[in-house]
Each structure stands twice: as structure tokens, then as C-alpha cells.
């Protein structure tokens, strides 16, 4: 339980280098648009061969960003990443050695979706750099991955994951709770098939409905059941029990790993390491600034071919980073310690954090040990909303 770590098993992970950080690379083309997501992406896969050769330019008009800090992770996103051929993905992977300094051995991950992954393609990836797939299974169900509109079946997702086992150690996958009409044992019977797999991670999220998708829509329409915050919590809760029992380390609210498995690329992100965002929408974090790029994919393309860096950047306030590093730190095993805190952003800082926290802790949401704020298991579902009432308002 998270209540009774230890000093040293809060310790963050060594990411690499010292002070390494991480590029993101946003592909942003998918098959079809699943109804649940809002992301940047485009089904016109007509233009993907200018996009590689902007993402190439723009890995290299920023490479002095990174000049005194090596990358340890890449990290392919998306969009569906696993729409582009070998050639496409290893050439950004060499504009990324070609303009960045990468350590020796980089966790190299790529989103894959099931219906991309045959035999062939998991080989050639498998003889590539890339060393990481996060596959988005999201259900083994065919009910729910039609609702979600997923260009897979439920056999395509099984045979996908007896492939990729057999070439690749580190392999996540994707998992969807809190679905219209899932029953608690359906949702016990999707976590089980995973575990039969034997693979070291896990991001599970709950269903959001984000305006102006198609979930969104149905819902309005009265043709899907709305999402049920209660259903979702009660999911989360065998989540965490079923993942907990099988040896695995919830150490982000959405993501379990067994040991030495955890994402680096994701737990750099919730240690507020630094990283580039490379492509349409992809964002940018520096410690004190954020940037983010156009979500127009012809305005991208366009900006690249004429040397232009399409972006939009704010500097972060100590307020801001400060709410940043609550909201960031109680999503993680490794909490909030009171002693950054204090000597980051001072004592108003504080002596506010420990009064807002104080109901929470009474509460059996939150416990403080170590001079580390964390939540407990009962208030991980709710890290969120109780990260809100810690942020502070009034302060720059």
C-alpha cells in the first residue's frame, strides 16, 4: 500500500544521464477516428511523406534546445504512429541522432494499434531501433471497441500481442475502464486476458467524454448510456487490487509496472523533466517555459518549408509551476515533497499546502510521511480534484 513506502522506495528512478530529457514525436494520421478521442490527427494519409520531411527539419531547427542535455527517451505518438512504414520511422529516429545527443541505450517507444501489427511489421520493428510498443488494445471486447469505433477486433488484438511477445520484452498496452454498459466482471475479464500475456505494463484510463466528439454526441443524442463517475471508480478499485496482486507498481495514477519496467518516457513527464514536442500540437517543457505547436497540419508543413517554427510559448509563473508540481506529484508514487516546496517556491507555499491538505488527511485521502504528500489508495481515483484544491490562486 502507498501508505507504508519507504523513504527509499519514493526515490525517483534514474531516467538516464544526469538532467536528460526526452523528445515526443507526434504522428498525426490514424485510420479511422475512434468517437472518445479528441487528439490532432487527420484520416488523409495522402500528405504523410511532406509531414515525415518537416518533422525531419523541425528535429533539426531545435536541436540547440537541447545542446547540454542528452536525450534518453523517444517517444512516437499520435495519432497512430504505426501508420508509417520502417523506412519513415527509422528516418526520424536518425534526424534524431543526427541533431540531438542520445545516450547510449534510449527507451525508443511506439504507439501501435492491433490491425497494424502483423507478423512482418512487428520483425522489422523488431530489428529496428525501437525497443518499447505501447499497443492500444483498449478492450478485448467487441462490443466496446465498436462503440469506441477502433479500427481492431478482438482477435486482432489478441494475435497482435502473441506476436509482439515473441520479439519484444517491453510491450504496454492500452486498457479503457468505465465504458457505457461494462459490467465489473467484464472489466475483470479484460484485466485478466492482459495478465495472461505476461506483459510488465499497463496504462489504463477511464472513459472521458470530451466535448465535440462523436461519444459526446451520442450521449446528447441519447444513444449510448452516459459514463458513470461511480462505475469508473469501482473499475479503478479492482484495477488497482487485481494489478496490486500480479506484482505490478501503480506508480502514476493510470499507469502500472512491474519493476524496472516503468515508462521512463512517461515518468520523466510526471517528474517534470525536460522535453520536446516534435509535430502538429505536440507541446514543449523546459522547467520554466511551455511551447506548443499548430494544430493545422498544412500550416505545419508550410511553416517548416519556409524555416519557420509554427509554435506559440508562455513562461510558466511560480504560481503555475507550482500547481503544475502538485498536480504532477500526486498522480505518482513519489508524491509532493514539502521540502521542494519550501525551497522552491517558500513559505506561503508552503504553510498553504499543508492547510489545504489538512481534511484530505484526516479524510484517509492523502498521508503525509517522509516530508512527502502523497495519496492513499482510497484517494488515488480522486488525485485530480484534490490536486485542484491544493492549487493556489492568488499568488504570481
Known amino acids: ?203 489504463s484510463y477511464a472513459l472521458t467524454v470530451e466535448p465535440k466528439t462523436a461519444l459526446a454526441s451520442f450521449i446528447k443524442k441519447g444513444l449510448i448510456t452516459p459514463v458513470d463517475d461511480e462505475v469508473a471508480q469501482e473499475h479503478f478499485n479492482i484495477l488497482l487490487e487485481k494489478m496490486e496482486a500480479n506484482g505490478f507498481v501503480n506508480y502514476e495514477t493510470s499507469n502500472f509496472g512491474k519493476p524496472n519496467y516503468f515508462s521512463k518516457n512517461n515518468t520523466a513527464y510526471w517528474l517534470g523533466k525536460k522535453y520536446i514536442g516534435i509535430g502538429p500540437s505536440a507541446h514543449s517543457y523546459d522547467g520554466i517555459r511551455r511551447s506548443w505547436n499548430i494544430n493545422n497540419n498544412a500550416k505545419y508543413v508550410k511553416a517548416l518549408h519556409n524555416l519557420e517554427l509554427p509554435m506559440e510559448e508562455e513562461t510558466l509563473s511560480k504560481t503555475d509551476r507550482y500547481n503544475e508540481y502538485v498536480m504532477t506529484g500526486l498522480r505518482t508514487i513519489w508524491g509532493v515533497s514539502l521540502e521542494r516546496v519550501q525551497n522552491e517556491f517558500g513559505k506561503n507555499y508552503y504553510e498553504y499546502l499543508l492547510q489545504q491538505s489538512e481534511n484530505y488527511i484526516q479524510e484517509h485521502l492523502l498521508v503525509l510521511e517522509n516530508n512527502t504528500l502523497m495519496t492513499t489508495k482510497k484517494g488515488k481515483f480522486l488525485a485530480d480534484g484534490i490536486a485542484a484544491n491544493l492549487f493556489m490562486i492568488n499568488l504570481s
Not at 502507498?2 to 522506495?9: A, P
Not at 534546445?65 to 505518438?77: K, L, N, Q, R, S
Not at 494499434?113 to 512482418?120: K, R, T
Open 1 to 203: 500500500m502507498i501508505e507504508k513506502l519507504s523513504k527509499k522506495e519514493i526515490k525517483a528512478p534514474p531516467l538516464g544521464a544526469g538532467g536528460a530529457g526526452g523528445i515526443y514525436i507526434h504522428i498525426p494520421f490514424c485510420k479511422q477516428a475512434c468517437h472518445y478521442c479528441d487528439f490532432h490527427f487527420s484520416t488523409n494519409l495522402e500528405k504523410k511523406e511532406v509531414m515525415i520531411l518537416a518533422l525531419q527539419k523541425e528535429l533539426e531547427l531545435r536541436k540547440n534546445e537541447f545542446e547540454h542535455t542528452p536525450v534518453a527517451t523517444i517517444y512516437f505518438g499520435g495519432g497512430t504512429p504505426s501508420v508509417l512504414n520502417i523506412e519513415e520511422i527509422e528516418a526520424i529516429i536518425a534526424a534524431v541522432y543526427a541533431n540531438h545527443k542520445v545516450i547510449e541505450q534510449p527507451e525508443i517507444t511506439i504507439e501501435a494499434n492491433p490491425d497494424d501489427l502483423s507478423e512482418a511489421k512487428i520483425l522489422e520493428l523488431a530489428k529496428s531501433p525501437v525497443n518499447r510498443l505501447s499497443i492500444g488494445i483498449q478492450s478485448f471486447f467487441d462490443e466496446d471497441l465498436k462503440l469506441m469505433n477502433r479500427a481492431h477486433n478482438s482477435k486482432e488484438a489478441e494475435a497482435s500481442l502473441r506476436l509482439a511477445t515473441q520479439y519484444f520484452d517491453n510491450i504496454s498496452i492500452d486498457l479503457i475502464y468505465g465504458m457505457p454498459d461494462m459490467s465489473a466482471e467484464r472489466w475483470e475479464e479484460n484485466i485478466d486476458k492482459a495478465l495472461s500475456f505476461k506483459i510488465p505494463h499497463i496504462s
